[in-house]
Every structure is written in structure tokens, then in C-alpha cells.
């Protein structure tokens, strides 16, 4: 067991450092990051200087060592284009992003779930159909036309919810603000929870649906309805909760995916979150905020998967056959 | 527009003496993020708009640009080196500091001081003499007609408050903890900073001790940034926002057509032009070898003449643009008036690149960034159709901002044969353009930085000096024409158009747009 548990934490580790290599050779393609500093008519000496002082005439091994050093005490360094440390910022833009993958989560579950179950179980019905062809909608429309199509319905023409931003926010403890706790904050999150899971919801949707129509020509679903138990327990007790392991194992998996792109909504959106302020470090050649999201982004796949990785390891006993 | 703020300004005068008072907030949005609210930290235009609503230099511009006298009442040049500033009295910082002339020296060192990026604000000789608190000298190594021309974004900080926030020194990237100025500010002007997420928002409120009297009728202002262009448009459609700037081109009608907002247009003062290289012996994108073809001023005029601005004006700019002869606004030149475009014709253009040995045109690169400037790639694009037109086969790089000005500056060694660029002088007068943009530059960009292209004519070098320094203002417009003259006789650029402003307003708000893209909260009404 630990033999196992220290060698998956050894892959981990590796995967993290060519995340970061990676990342850091590739910052090299972005663009100058002085340019973005500094005013149009900013002598050449200052830039040389600022450069300098930046350390980015330094060779690209002495500056990956030093942000590799840094990285691992969590100091990511000062963003360029804010001058305040990176941490903070990002402390200050969690909260955002994770209201909103979390209500796309939700999204996705509440509504995934019962069309998918009624699909599967009423497969010939036209609602199935219907549910079936909007669910393609969701999978093969681009997020940010969806966003903007919702916007356009939702705000400008009825005017219900607002098309940008978290709406008013209260601060709770030192660093975590919400939207939950105002009316104006919730109604900010239908718009982009909507744009953010419907790609979620329809994965789910259909996982169900395509779980159910096998359950259900099972022989202990046969069984059970031999029993004259009535549809609902067959359906609900039996049938349902035997799909449901698959999906859990995805939806884990699937909530990194949301939190670590959840980048074009939030920039629709202008959602004030990790994702929105990562495109705009992009435009600006902001290192040391690209560095951290992708190494933050890298960290949360690695730590999930080792987290099922371990889970496994006790649901399977297969995996500790034959090991010490 | 001018007639509109004087409307506004009626209406105001009328409705303001009895009028109770009404909570007004203005919402708006901008493509860009507020950053840092140092004054010094960074020196464009969003920035320096913003700060200015909190922050007051000792000038100011007015709604037409001109300069108008703020936290200084006058000035005067006591001798032809040293010009005496008497600054306002009883004017008040938002924490209740006074203002004085320490205030004044202090603001000068920091702004001078290693990571401000404002520096040339105040030239590195000049020395300030306080000669009593409210009277400042500033005494210089030779005349310098321009010397307060863009003070009005060089913004007076209070000394007592910086230093005992422990934030002299300018707020560095390279510090690893925030500046106090980074995140707080403390001026004089109309508006005082209530809060600031930097990226998210900005709230301002009114500030009841302000020395003039406010013709605006706001009590807060929101600042959202709004990166997406579509976004942006929504919020002001759906009347969430009173005002949101820039906005697409492609959507002015849109928003003229809503009930409730107006789209206002107008030209800006950047000048969008087209560079090429005249300094290397071979050109670095091309398929002629051996020799320069843009060395040879037929060519350069066969470009210029191959380009059709009205069909740019009309097709890519959708109106939205004002056709320039030369390389500076009309508004910011008086005798601008006398020049006009080579006119377009291709078959002078095809005439000319034979005459110049290049009958049947030639390959050329050429690089052009597609997020900095209005269609921005759109205008390379059709300029690369025109010149397909007269021969000449275009490889155009279009590509962000980053990449782009990574390549053609100096840190990339202007590399770049042909290349699209958009200059708007800080100073808002000619030897900014001069100076910047048509002096010889050596191989590292001493000189001209920006004369990417590299061309070197010794008559712009020495006018350009005789500029500097020449007080008399209508002998001074004459070698400031003379210089432009010998630019446009020989084609050393090609001027394209002042790129327009397009702010989307909601029908309720009276504001200024001013030409440099500045927008003064204290322009505003709200109904």
C-alpha cells in the first residue's frame, strides 16, 4: 500500500514539473511582457532597465529555477500588469470561480439526471426525442455563442437576469465573498451556471439514459419485476442506483474540468473569477498569473486523480492481489 | 458634440439652483482593466482618464482639449529658462491635507524616480525652487515652449500621505508586496476613489470639498471592465450600464436604433499610418535581393498612391474614420489644412514602380497587430488587396499586440519590412511626432525609437531641434510645417486616417467625448 501510494505521489510530482517546464517554454511565444508595462513612448533605456530589474535577461534555466524554488513556498511572484503579489489575487478570485462551477455542478446533476432517466425509461416518447435533440445542442454549439445567445434572450430582450459580473456580494471572513446571500447575486449565476454545465449536463443526460436502457434488460431488473414490486422502486431503487456509480466517477472527474475551463464563461460573462483573469494575463503577457493558473489548473488534475487513484485501490480488491 | 455639452451645461444651470438633492450613480463599462491606481506607474490613456477624475495635475484640458488652468490658477515665464507657477489656495487632498508646494517638488522627484513610467513629464534637468507655499519655479536648461503641454496627466500627489503610507518609491513590478498608492489614492480632484478590485471594480464618489464648482450632477460612479465586446453592448442594450466604450463598429447602428441609447462618434487623435523599412540595405521580408526598393521614393509614392482611403473609409471602417495627409490630428495642428493626399490612382502607382524598375512589383512581408487599433487586420487586409492591384504581392502577418511590438520595436530589432502602426502624441503637439517618429535613429533606436522604418533626413533632425526651442508660436507652426512638407514630399510614410471614437450612451446621460479618448466624469449629467 504505501509502496504503491509513493510511487503514484512520485508521477504526480513529475507531472507537475513538465506542466512546468512546459508552460515556462512556452511563455517564451507569448510575447514581450515589457510592452504591455509600460507606455508607447517609454524610452528604450527604461525598458532595458525594467527588463533587468525583472530578471528576464537572466538564462531561461536561472529563471526557472528561481520560479520552481518559488512555486514550491506557494510565492508566484508580482503580477506584471496589477503589481500586487499573484497569491493574493488569486485568493481573492476563488471564491468566484467555485460559486460558479459548483452551481454549474448542481446544474448539470439536477437536471441531467431525471431527463436522463426519463429517456432511458420512455425511449420511443417525442419529450425523449426532444431532450435527445437539445442535448446535441448542448454538446455541439461553441460555449461562448451560447453565452451570448442567452444574454441576448435573458437581458437584453426580456430583461429578466443581468448579463455581466457576480451582481452584489457579502464578504465572509477574511477572504471569501458570495453571491449566494443576495438576490441580485443569484440571479447573476443562472446565466453563466446555465452557459457553464449545459456541456456537463448533457455528458450526464446521456450517461443515464444509455446506463438505464442496459440496467434495465438485466435479469435482476427482470426479477424484481417478477416480484410485482411496483415501477417505482424498480425504477428508482433498483435500477437507478446501479447507474449510478459510472456517473459519479465521471462528475468527479468532470468538476476539475469545469473549475480549470470555466475560462470563456467567465470571460462572457465577465465573471470575476481565476478563468477571466487568466485570458487577460494572456493578452497582457502576464507571466507570473499564467504560470500559477496553469500550475493551480495542473495541481487540481493531478490531486484528483490521485485522490481516485487511492479510492480505487480500497473499492477494488483486485488492484491488492498478489501485493505485499 | 461641442453643442451637446453646452446643452448640458444650460440644462444644468437651469435645473441646479433649486433642485433637491438626487442620489445620481453612473455605471460604465470599459474593454480594459483599471490596473493600479499609482499615477506613475503607467502611462496610457485609460489609466491617466481614470486617475484624472481623482488625481489633478496643474493644468488641466478642458472638453475641447484646450488647457485650462487646475491646481496651478496661472503661470508665467519670469525669465526665458524659469517659469513661475502660483498654485491654487485653499485646495484640500480627500484625507483634508492642504496643498502646497512641497506637494508640487515632491510629485516632480517621484515622478522622475526609477520605475515611474511618466518620466519625460518633467525634463531630467529641470529643477524645482518652491519660492513660497504656494509658488513654484521651475527652472530649466533652455526654453521649452511645450513644457506644461501634458501636464494636465501629471498628477500632484500629497507628500504627507505618500510618505507616511511608505509609498515613495513607485510602485516596481518587481516588488513583491503592493504599494499603498497601488491600491488607494489620495487627490484632489472631483471624484474620491469608495473602493477598488483591480479587474472587477471601481466605485468613485463624489468628493463635497472639491475647489471648483462641479458642473456634474453624479454622486457615485461604477467602473466595471467588460472584455468582451459583445458583452459590453448587451449591458448598455439591457440598460444595466449608462455607458460603455469602445464599441465594434459593426454595432453603432444596432445601438441607434435601440430605444434608449445613442451611439456617439467622432475622430480620435491617433493617426493610423503605414512604416517601411529605408534603413537596411535588403530588405528582411521580400524577394528582391541585393538591393532596397523602399530606399527609392517612386516606390514609396506608388504604395501611397496604390491606396484607395476612401474605400477603407467606407468598406472597413464603416465611416468611422477621418482620411489624413499627414502624420499628426488636424485638430492638434493649425495649418494642417494645407496638405492633401497623393490622390489614389493606381495607374500613377503601377507607372511609377516601373519607372523604378520594379514593372512587375515585387513580394514584400508585411506586419500588422489585430488587437491594438480599430480593425486593426481588417485595414492590412485591404491594403494588401490594393497593392495586389499594382503588382506588388503582400504577405501579411497579422498577429496580437504582444507578438507584434515584440518584433518591430527596438527589443526586436525593428524587425519588420512593412508595418502598420497608430501614433497619438502625449503632448498633443507636433514635436512629439516629430521627434518619435521621423528623426534618424541608429541600428539600437537612438534617436527616433520609433521611426521603425529607420529613414533619416538631417533637414526634420535639425528643424526638429530648432522646434524645441522656438517660443514664438506662429514662426514655430511654420517649421513644424516645413518639416511635415519634406515627410510628404518624400513619402517617408504613408498617413492613413484618424481611427474614430464610438462610445454607446444611454439617452439619459450628457457626457464629452473628447478627442484624446479621455473620459471626465465631471462633463457628466445624469437625468
Known sequence: MIGFATRRLLQAVIVMLVVALLAFTMFRFVGDPINQMVGIETSIEEREALRERLGLNDPIAVQFYRFISKAARFDFGTSYQFRQPVSELFAKRIPATLELSLTSALFALIVGIPMGIYAGLNRESPISKLFLSVSLVGISLPTFFIGILLIFLFSVTLQWLPSFGRGETVQIGSWWTTGFLTVSGLKALILPSITLGLYQMTLIMRLIRAEMLEVIRTDYIKFARARGLPDRLVHFRHALKNTLVPVITITGLQLGAIIAFATITETVFQWPGMGLMFLQAVQNVDIPIMSAYLLLTAFLFVAINYIVDMLYFFIDPRLRVGRP | ?527
Open chain 2, 1 to 527: 458634440m461641442k453643442t451637446k455639452s453646452i446643452v448640458a451645461a444650460a440644462a444644468l444651470l437651469t435645473a441646479g439652483a433649486g433642485s433637491a438633492v438626487q442620489a445620481e450613480t453612473l455605471k460604465f463599462a470599459f474593454q480594459g482593466t483599471l490596473n493600479n491606481l499609482d499615477p506613475y506607474t503607467l502611462n496610457e490613456t485609460f489609466t491617466l482618464s481614470s486617475l484624472g477624475n481623482v488625481y489633478e495635475g496643474l493644468t488641466r484640458r478642458g472638453s475641447d482639449l484646450a488647457i485650462e488652468p487646475a491646481l496651478a490658477e496661472r503661470w508665467e515665464i519670469v525669465e526665458p529658462n524659469r517659469w513661475r507657477f502660483y498654485l491654487r489656495k485653499d485646495v484640500k487632498f480627500h484625507n483634508g491635507n492642504d496643498f502646497t508646494a512641497e506637494d508640487v517638488a515632491f510629485s516632480v522627484e517621484r515622478v522622475q524616480s526609477e520605475g515611474s513610467d511618466l518620466t519625460t513629464r518633467v525634463p531630467a534637468d529641470a529643477k524645482v525652487e518652491i519660492v513660497d507655499d504656494h509658488t513654484v519655479d521651475f527652472v530649466l536648461s533652455g526654453p521649452n515652449p511645450i513644457l506644461h503641454y501634458e501636464w494636465d496627466t501629471f498628477y500632484i500627489m500629497d507628500k504627507e500621505w505618500t510618505v507616511e503610507n511608505d509609498a515613495v518609491k513607485v510602485t516596481s513590478a518587481s516588488d513583491s508586496t503592493a504599494n499603498f498608492a497601488a491600491l488607494n489614492a489620495n487627490g484632489t480632484g472631483p471624484f474620491k476613489v469608495d473602493s477598488h478590485e483591480a479587474g472587477v471594480k471601481t466605485v468613485y464618489a463624489k468628493n463635497d470639498g472639491w475647489w471648483d464648482t462641479p458642473t456634474h450632477n453624479l454622486d457615485t460612479v461604477e467602473f466595471t471592465p467588460i472584455s468582451s465586446d459583445a458583452t459590453r453592448v448587451a449591458a448598455l442594450l439591457s440598460g444595466e450600464l449608462d455607458m460603455v466604450y469602445p464599441i465594434p463598429v459593426q454595432d453603432i447602428k444596432r445601438i441607434n436604433d435601440n430605444a434608449g441609447t445613442v451611439a456617439l462618434t467622432g475622430p480620435e487623435l491617433r493617426t493610423i499610418f503605414l512604416g517601411m523599412d529605408q534603413m537596411r540595405d535588403e530588405l528582411l521580408y521580400s524577394d528582391v535581393k541585393g538591393k532596397n526598393p523602399f530606399k527609392d521614393a517612386k516606390v514609396r509614392k506608388a504604395f501611397y498612391q496604390a491606396i484607395d482611403i476612401e474605400g477603407i473609409k467606407k468598406k472597413v471602417m464603416r465611416d468611422l474614420s477621418t482620411p489624413s495627409a499627414i502624420m499628426i490630428s488636424p485638430f492638434l495642428f493649425s495649418k494642417a489644412g494645407a496638405f492633401e493626399r497623393y490622390p489614389y490612382d493606381p495607374d500613377a502607382a503601377k507607372a511609377l514602380l516601373a519607372e523604378a524598375g520594379y514593372a512587375d512589383g515585387f513580394t514584400v512581408g508585411m506586419d500588422c497587430p489585430n488587437d491594438r487599433y480599430v480593425n486593426d487586420e481588417a485595414i492590412c487586409q485591404a491594403v494588401a488587396a490594393m497593392l495586389a492591384r499594382i503588382g506588388v504581392k503582400v504577405d501579411l502577418n497579422a498577429q496580437p499586440k504582444a507578438k507584434y511590438f515584440a518584433k518591430v520595436l527596438a527589443s526586436g530589432n525593428f524587425d519588420t519590412s512593412f508595418y502598420l502602426l497608430g501614433w497619438t502624441p502625449g503632448s498633443l503637439d507636433s514635436w512629439n511626432v516629430l521627434s518619435n517618429l521621423m528623426n534618424c535613429r541608429d541600428e539600437a533606436g537612438t534617436g527616433s525609437p520609433f521611426n521603425l522604418g529607420g529613414f533619416c533626413d538631417e533637414k526634420i533632425d535639425s528643424l526638429t531641434k530648432e522646434i524645441l526651442v522656438e517660443v514664438d508660436p506662429e514662426k514655430r507652426d511654420g517649421l513644424i510645417e516645413n518639416a511635415y512638407q519634406i515627410s510628404h514630399d518624400n513619402a517617408y510614410y504613408v498617413p492613413l486616417h484618424q481611427q474614430g471614437l464610438a462610445w454607446g450612451v444611454a439617452d439619459n446621460v450628457e457626457l464629452v467625448q473628447r478627442a484624446d479618448n479621455q473620459f471626465k466624469f465631471r462633463f457628466v449629467t445624469k437625468n
